[in-house]
């Protein structure tokens, strides 16, 4: 089997990548960072995200494993502590394989007509950069509302306790593959008016968010700013990802214990 880790790269992550490695190397694995089998990460679940986006163009052939140093881990959910135990796992293989649906986001430019297409394990969310944004929100391709405010986010069901969750989204199991649209501070009087409450819409329905005003925005997928070079966006169309991305699973750990852990306590 081939592997790569990655790690965050403070101390204690580069530590724990390089006796992972020794480990793994021992037991004849392959160190492979162009088409491994399995990626470990070591650092938080922004380790993780970072890890996602560098193998999107093989996911179906992706497993992935996090161990979190010192952050939230709600992906990379081993800890230091744990390493031994996993790295026998990872030799012991073949291992269970968890799959949760990813975001589509296909952005397209005023300029030229083009457009770029996007996958996301949390959430995408465009906001303005100076104004209000005001957009239109179709949905399955019929007009729902003119949305004015902040910005909008879309998020995955795994990214339903990120940001979703500080936007008052509600937190979705991933076996249900969906996407929930939430609202950043809407504007909502007698002449604007948006529903309000974050929607949770199933496959095959698409959210077409169309810019209707010219202030300049901001998209990000997970962690990181689309480069938007100066172009203009027309519009974001967002649905359930035909992609999954793959989580290696070597014991249970239940969603909902993970949300338990992660936000209330022990
Ligand atoms: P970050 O600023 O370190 O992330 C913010 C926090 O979100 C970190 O504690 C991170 O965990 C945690 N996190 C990431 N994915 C999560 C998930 N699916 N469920 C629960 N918590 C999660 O930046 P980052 O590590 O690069 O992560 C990018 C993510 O930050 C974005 O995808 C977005 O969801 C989130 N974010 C949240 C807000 C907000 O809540 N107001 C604002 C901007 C961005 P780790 O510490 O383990 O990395
Ligand atoms: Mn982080």
């Known amino acids: 089997m081939k592997y790569t880790v990655a790690s965050r790269g ?9 006796t992972i490695q020794t480990r793994l190397n ?6 492979d960072t162009e088409e491994p089998d399995i990626v470990i990460t070591v650092g938080g679940d922004g380790t993780l995200l970072e890890a996602f986006h560098a193998y999107t163009h093989r996911l179906e052939e992706t497993s992935f ?3 979190h140093t010192g952050h939230l881990g709600f992906y990379a959910d081993w800890i230091p502590d744990e390493v031994e135990s996993l790295v026998t796992h990872i030799v012991k293989t073949p291992f269970q394989i968890v799959e949760y649906p990813t975001l589509e986001v296909v952005i397209r430019y005023r300029d030229n007509n083009s457009s770029e297409r996007f996958l996301a394990v949390n959430e995408s969310t465009i906001k303005s950069t100076e104004g209000s944004l005001v957009c239109n929100v179709d949905i399955k391709g019929e007009k729902f509302e003119t949305f004015r405010g902040d910005g909008l986010c879309m998020s995955t069901p795994s990214g ?5 969750k500080a936007l008052g989204g509600a937190i979705l199991h991933p076996s249900l593959a969906s996407i929930q649209l939430s609202e950043m501070a809407s504007i909502n009087n007698r002449v604007y008016r948006t529903v309000g409450s974050p929607l949770v819409l199933p496959q ?6 169309k810019l209707l005003n010219d202030v300049s925005v901001q998209v990000t997928i997970d962690h990181f700013n689309v480069s938007l070079d100066g172009k203009n966006v027309d519009s974001i169309q967002c649905r359930v990802a035909e992609e999954k991305v793959r989580f290696a699973r070597f014991r249970p750990f239940p969603f909902w214990k993970r949300v338990k852990e992660s936000f209330i306590g022990e």
């Open 10 to 18: 403070d101390q204690l992550s580069n530590d724990l990548q390089e």
């Open 26 to 31: 021992a037991a004849d694995l392959i160190e």
């Open 65 to 67: 494993v996090g161990i």
């Open 160 to 164: 339903s306790t990120a940001y979703n």
């Open 204 to 209: 095959h329905h698409t959210c077409l968010l």
